[in-house]
């Protein structure tokens, strides 16, 4: 069965270095999404992806952050200088079109040291 | 504010009970998703829901949508320890082609 897969599954990074999380989408979908999770928090949404442009973000998503399709199957969320309080679960997530279900990855547990 | 607003956000409850979460918005949703959370783990969709008052059923979990798709209701009847996770529903606005996520119904069924 299909499925989105997140890369790597936990990353320690020092404040103030870039990161980057991976993520190969289901092959057939056309929509991305990257969300985040605080330990204990609500899911959040980061951003929305679709025919190789941002469609939507939300405040969270400042100039720290970018996504990108570089080679039509991974999409990437950047994190360009990582703060302490950016430690959370980020997952990838994607879907056939604009009505059908999102499928969600396992998630990156990105620690902020 | 949310744009989902989930209901209760904590549920403990004794195994074989039966309990309902609910899922409320003031926006008009073209499909609307149940996931189902562990720790540490991603969300892993129950249903969909696409057409007003539509029901679903998945063995002892039944999934309502509203009549008018601004809501939605979950009820577990006869509840065991392994429905113990988070619940979350999330959202297709209609007119855009985002997802948002509700808080959460974090239930406990304990043995």
């Known amino acids: 069965e299909p499925e989105v897969t997140q890369t790597p599954s936990h990353q320690v990074t020092q404040m103030g270095q870039e990161v980057i999380l991976r993520c190969v989408p289901i092959s057939n979908h056309l929509y991305f999404y990257w969300y985040r999770q605080i330990l204990g928090q609500k899911v959040e949404f980061l951003v929305s992806?679709?025919?190789?442009?941002?469609?939507?973000k939300s405040e969270i998503f400042d100039d720290q952050f970018s996504v990108e399709r570089p080679d039509g199957s991974n999409f990437t969320l950047k994190i360009r200088s990582t703060k302490l309080e950016d430690s959370a679960m980020y997952f990838c997530a994607s879907r056939r079109d604009s009505v059908t279900e999102a499928f969600f990855g396992q998630g990156t547990r990105l620690t902020v040291v | 504010t949310q744009l989902l607003e989930q209901s209760p956000q904590f549920l403990s409850i004794q195994e074989g009970e039966n309990l309902t979460v609910y899922c409320n918005s003031s926006s008009v949703f073209s499909s609307l998703q149940w996931y189902r959370q562990e720790p540490g783990e991603g969300p892993v969709l129950l249903v969909t829901?696409?057409?007003?008052?539509e029901v679903k059923k998945l063995k002892r979990l039944t999934f309502q949508f509203g009549d008018a798709r601004k809501d939605s209701s979950l009820h577990i009847t006869a509840a065991q320890p392994g429905d113990t996770g988070l619940y979350l529903c999330a959202g297709a606005l209609r007119n855009n082609n985002d997802m948002r996520f509700g808080a959460g119904t974090r239930l406990t069924v304990k043995p």
């Open positions: 992806f679709y025919n190789n442009e941002i469609s939507e």
């Open positions: 829901v696409v057409t007003g008052g």
